[in-house]
């Protein structure tokens, strides 16, 4: 493995609290996520206590307010934050990223009561969420799902399967979208749904390409009951819920893409400095340098992409169109940059002996969820030329 430690990157960050903030994260991934990341991928491991940890040094809740244990942080930090955790060990950054979008229809939709009863815990209590959007049948085509929610005196039974549930089986809540009312997106609410509810219970996880420390299953809601109190928003708005979580949550992806991107970067500029050819480090060879040159002009691209998209949104400025550009470019980047990474490596970037292979694996599902980067290019174009068929 070669020895030279990469360089931190260095950010514009708003504040000296921001500063300390990605010092914290930086030393906690360092020490604690790092080192274990390549055993306990290849393990099929999920990290469950650094999530613990995350919690306790209030990393769980860096965007939401205060008032209820989160961090009072503007989203151009909170997705650095994420950047330097997925640069350590992808499960944890998407894991992350996946439990604050769990959280977002509550702090976002949710009464004052609901927010009083639950968010302390969801943001700082030591719980991990989950985000029930997708069904077997239903993934790009959201609106088409089939999960049910019958009332029932005064509460609800929710009936239906859902797919590709990051933290599947091992959540502490779901975020549920259940349909209500008619077919298409306005019959679908959303429901706050807990983990040990009866009737719930969640497949083996898939066996994936990589991030196999990140339980991915099939979640089954087998007439589970929940109350009223637990439905979040009106009745018919969870489509809407879902879409305005999601534009947020991509910006969680792009910012984990630009994290693995870098660490792969980092990997190849250690090993193309530390390798020598025909009597030289390979690094002198123009051709290479031209290769490191491109992927590190690609990711401060993306990053810079992602964190304006952010600044929109910290202005309370619409930024759906930005997200999703953000989303596909950070992404598609992330992609390109690993493979590179592995060709710089040649023989030894195929192998598991180096983290480059493990880097590309994992690269590749970012391009999936969330919104494929087909569907992203949909919606940048309907911002661009309006809705199709018009």
């Not at 493995?1 to 010092?23: F, H, K, N, Y």
């Not at 491109?294 to 309370?316: K, N, P, V």
Request: charged letters at 25%.
């Amino acid at each position: 493995m070669p020895d030279r430690a990469p360089q931190p990157v260095d950010r514009q960050l708003p504040t000296d609290e921001a500063r300390d903030l990605i010092s914290l994260v930086r030393d906690i991934a360092q020490r604690e996520i790092a080192p274990k990341a390549a055993d306990e991928e290849d393990a099929g491991r999920f990290p469950r206590e650094v999530f613990t940890l995350l919690s306790e040094s209030g990393l769980l809740g860096l965007p939401y307010d205060s008032e209820y244990g989160g961090g009072d942080q503007p989203y151009e930090v909170y997705l650095q934050v994420l950047e330097e955790l997925a640069a350590a060990r992808l499960t944890v950054g998407l894991g992350v990223s996946v439990h604050s979008l769990a959280c977002y229809s509550l702090a976002a939709y949710g009464t004052k009561q609901q927010q009083v009863e639950h968010l302390p815990a969801m943001l700082g209590g030591g719980l991990l969420g989950a985000y029930c959007l997708s069904e077997p049948s239903s993934g790009s085509d959201a609106a088409s799902l089939r999960t049910k929610a019958v009332r029932d005196g005064d509460g609800w039974v929710i009936t239906g399967t859902k797919a590709w549930i990051t933290h599947g089986g091992i959540a502490d809540f779901y975020t549920v979208m259940a349909r209500t009312g008619e077919e298409g997106p306005r019959g679908i609410t959303a429901f706050l749904v807990p983990g040990d509810a009866a009737g719930l219970s969640a497949a083996a996880p898939e066996k994936k390409m990589g991030m196999k420390g990140s339980p991915t299953a099939q979640v089954h809601f087998d007439g589970v009951r929940v109350g009223d109190e637990r439905r979040i928003g009106d009745e018919g708005q969870g489509f809407a819920i879902a879409l305005s979580a999601l534009d947020s949550g991509r910006l969680g992806i792009a910012a984990c893409a630009i994290g693995v991107a870098q660490a792969a970067l980092d990997e190849a500029v250690a090993y193309a400095t530390e390798r020598r050819q025909f009597g030289k480090p390979i690094v002198d060879f123009q051709g290479l340098r031209f290769m490191l040159a491109d992927m590190a002009t690609q990711i401060e691209a993306g990053r810079a992409l992602y964190l304006a998209a952010a600044r929109l949104r910290d202005a309370g400025r619409p930024f759906a169109k930005q997200a999703a550009m953000a989303k596909l470019h950070c992404t598609d980047t992330a992609m390109k940059v690993t493979t590179d990474a592995v060709q710089i490596l040649g023989g030894y970037g195929y192998t598991a002996d180096f983290p480059a292979e493990r880097f590309m694996r994992e690269a590749k599902v970012l391009q999936i969820v969330e919104g494929t980067n087909q569907i992203q290019r949909m919606v940048i174009a309907r911002h661009l030329a309006g809705p199709e068929g018009r």
